[in-house]
C-alpha cells in the first residue's frame, strides 16, 4: 500500500528528482535536480528530509557527481565523487543514513575502479547502484512494516510524531509502514499524528500521505499529547529515527523525548521503527550523537510572519535523544530488537551486514 502517483525521490530525466515537501499539502511539485550543489541545498533546505530519504537522495547526488564529470580515467572520476561526497556530508550531521549511503557509495566505486572498470562503465553503473539502494529502501520498509504489525492490535489507535513515512524514505516508510502493514493485515487503526513544531511534519507531510492512502488520521498539537493518552484515546507510540546509538539511544525530531517520558508515564508501548542502515555501531550512546541547530527563522516566524520579538533569541535544536531505558523495542527489517539493546541490535547489524554480502 501507498499512493503510487506520487514518490519521495527517484532518478528521472537524467535528475534527481524530489518531491518538495515545503510546499505540501498545498501543492505537489517536483524539482529536477542537476548539479550536486542543488542537491546539497536540497537536503539542507528541507526538501527532502528524513534519515532513510536523505540516503536515498545522497546516493542518487554523487551518482549525478559521476554522470556530470568531465574525468577521462576512473582515478579522477573517483576524485570528483569524493569531493561531491565531502559536501553531500556537510548537510545534516545527526541522520546517520546520510554517511552510510556516502561510505557504500563510495566503497562500490572504489572497488569497481580498482577491478579495471572504464570511467564512462563506472558511470552507468554507479548511476544503476543508486538506484538500486532506492529500491533496497523501499523493500527494507516494507519488510520492517511486516515485522512490527504484529505488534499493532486490532482497533489500535497510535500516535506518532513528525513524519517516518513514505516521504521520509525511498518509500512505504518506517513508522507509517507499520501502520501500512497492520492495514495490510486487515487490522484496523487510526493515527493521532503531532503537528511537530516548528516544521509542521505532522500536519503537512503525515497527515496528508495517510490521507491519501484513507488510513484514518487526526492531527493534534504538540501539547495535546499528555491530554490524549490520560483520556485514554492512545493504545501506542511509535516513532522514527535519524540515528539509533549502539547501546539503543535514539535520536529523532525534537519532541521525541517527551512523548517518550509521556508514554513512560501513562504505561503505553514506545516503538522506534529503524531500518539497520540507521543504527549507528560507532555512536556508543546518546551523548555522542551530534544535534543539528537549526536556523532562527523556522521558529521565530510561522508563514513568514513574525511571532517573536526582533531581538529576542530563540534556540533551535532539530532532534533530542530518546533514553534507551524509556523504548520498548526498535523494529528493524530482521525483526524486533528489546533490550539490552548493545546485544540485540549488534545481532541484527550482523545478519543486515551476511545479508548485503550475499545479495
Request: some cysteine; aromatic content about 6%; overall charge negative.
Amino acid at each position: 500500500m501507498t499512493d503510487s502517483s506520487w514518490f519521495t525521490v527517484r532518478w528521472e530525466d537524467d535528475a534527481v528528482a524530489l518531491l518538495d515537501q515545503r510546499i505540501l499539502p498545498v501543492e505537489e511539485r517536483y524539482l529536477h535536480l542537476r548539479d550536486v550543489e542543488a542537491v546539497a541545498k536540497a537536503i539542507e533546505d528541507l526538501v527532502v528530509r528524513g534519515a532513510p530519504a536523505i540516503g536515498c537522495t545522497a546516493a542518487l547526488g554523487l551518482a549525478l557527481a559521476a554522470q556530470t564529470s568531465a574525468a577521462k580515467t576512473p582515478e579522477a572520476l573517483v576524485a570528483d565523487v569524493d569531493v561531491a561526497a565531502e559536501r553531500l556530508a556537510r548537510t545534516r550531521p545527526t541522520a546517520v543514513n546520510l554517511f552510510w549511503a556516502l561510505d557504500r557509495m563510495r566503497g562500490w566505486l572504489a572497488d569497481a575502479a580498482a577491478g579495471g572498470a572504464s570511467a564512462d562503465a563506472l558511470r552507468r553503473d554507479m548511476l544503476a547502484e543508486a538506484r538500486a539502494l532506492v529500491d533496497e529502501d523501499i523493500e527494507i520498509c516494507r519488510s520492517l512494516g511486516a515485522a512490527g504489525a504484529s505488534l499493532v492490535p486490532d482497533g489500535a489507535r497510535i500516535l506518532t510524531h513528525c513524519n517516518a513515512g513514505a516521504l521520509a524514505t525511498g518509500g512505504y516508510g518506517t513508522a507509517l509502514g507499520i501502520v501500512r502493514g497492520a492495514v495490510e493485515a486487515g487490522r484496523r487503526v487510526s493515527v493521532l499524528a503531532d503537528e511537530t513544531r516548528p516544521f509542521l511534519q505532522g500536519a503537512r507531510l503525515t497527515a496528508w500521505e495517510l490521507d491519501r492512502d484513507q488510513i484514518p488520521v487526526e492531527v493534534i498539537t504538540d501539547n495535546m499529547a499528555a491530554h490524549f493518552m490520560g483520556a485514554g484515546e492512545v493504545d501506542l507510540v511509535i516513532v522514527g529515527a535519524d540515528r539509533v546509538a549502539a547501546n539503543g539511544d535514539v535520536a529523532n525530531k525534537i519532541g521525541t523525548y517527551g512523548l517518550a517520558l509521556l508514554a513512560h508515564a501513562h504505561d503505553l508501548p514506545f516503538y522506534v521503527a529503524a531500518p539497520c542502515s540507521t543504527i549507528d555501531p560507532n555512536t556508543p550512546n546518546g551523548e555522542a550523537i551530534p544535534i543539528e541547530e537549526r536556523g532562527r527563522e523556522e521558529v521565530a516566524e510561522f508563514g513568514a510572519r513574525p511571532v517573536v520579538p526582533e531581538g529576542v533569541g530563540v534556540r533551535h535544536p532539530a532532534f533530542d535523544v530518546t533514553p534507551a531505558r524509556l523504548v520498548s523495542a526498535i523494529i528493524t527489517e530482521h525483526g524486533i530488537a528489546r533490550a539490552p539493546f548493545d546485544v540485540s541490535l549488534a545481532a541484527f547489524l550482523r545478519a543486515s551486514r551476511t545479508s548485503s554480502a550475499g545479495s
